[in-house]
């Protein structure tokens, strides 16, 4: 009996091998089609953060060019069932995970010759703190990639991050770049700016702060701070270009938008779209302190209405690209001018009284072809 036993180990040891090979060979997928998302481009992507505002443009960028996709997520799948019809039947799968378990992203790799990380986050929450999230998530996710036998790992910064940095956001996006170096070397790592586009973080967010808060917006530093900031849409295209392309592989990229703004025009811009009267108060940057400070306090309250500090912090800190670094026409990519598409994003924040005036509506929007 017991050489039986020994002869069944055996046998399940060798199984279990030969099912690990067969996974990764499962990952060398060969293209085939025309292109477009009933073909197969070959790429078999894990897209952690594919919930996010970036992520369902990602997905939705591989899905069209037929990728396969796996989709991990936290809480309830109604939450992210929208993600399955971005790619053709069977294409885009979602498997639950957790960003500080292991084992669970180590199954959400299994099959896949890509993997990408969008999660990043600004600020503490009650589960996660900015280093759990940036730092030992992003290790967690580059290590199993690399032990899975993924050919490519794509880690999404943030522009200016740096391991010294005053700001606990960037500091914490510097450290965990360096966490991805050493457990996957051969990463691409993209530093986009601040991105726009419907619902964002930037664009939509000032003219929220705008439309609700009470008197003159301030403007830190006296409103001379400088912006690139890059459409969404140019970053998930950036992200579909690297996991076809083999000259990324080990590279960093500062992705910046082709336009150079100063706060101070882009506010004043936002209020002249939205058809209401300027008002800002430039905040000089002896001040600027005082101001974050007081957004430290209002941060304690978890209003999410008000910003918190990191947030308020951005507004007075410059784009600044890191020296000869690689950007985003290096990926052959031509950014999208903030004004084509901004009107989109921020008639919504007209008051009716302009809802159907149509002729300027239109010159408008010719204006800014």
Known sequence: KSHIFNMAATLSKHVG???????RA???IMPKGKGGRSSVSGVSATVFGSTGYLG????QRLGREGAQIMCPFRGCELNSRHLRVMGDIGQVNLLEFALLDPATIATSVTYSNTVVNLIGSTSDTRHFTV?????EGARNIARAAKQAGASKFIHISTLGADPTSESEYLKSKGLGEIAVREEFPEATILRPANMFGPTDRFVSRLADLITFMPGPFPLLNNGETRKSPIYVADVAHAVSVCTKSRDVIGQTYDLTGPTEYTMKQLVKYIFNTIRKPESMIEVPEIATPVILFGAQMVGMSRLRKLPNMEEIAQYG???VLSKDALQLQDLGIDGTR????????LRMYRSHAFHDDIDAVMSESAANK
């Open 131 to 135: 280093n759990d999230v940036n730092v």
């Open 17 to 23: 091998t030969l099912m690990h090979q067969n996974v």
């Open 338 to 345: 903030l004004e084509e598409v901004v009107l989109n994003i």
């Open 56 to 59: 369902k443009y990602t997905v």
């Open 317 to 319: 800190r410059d784009d």
């Open 26 to 28: 499962v990952s060398t």
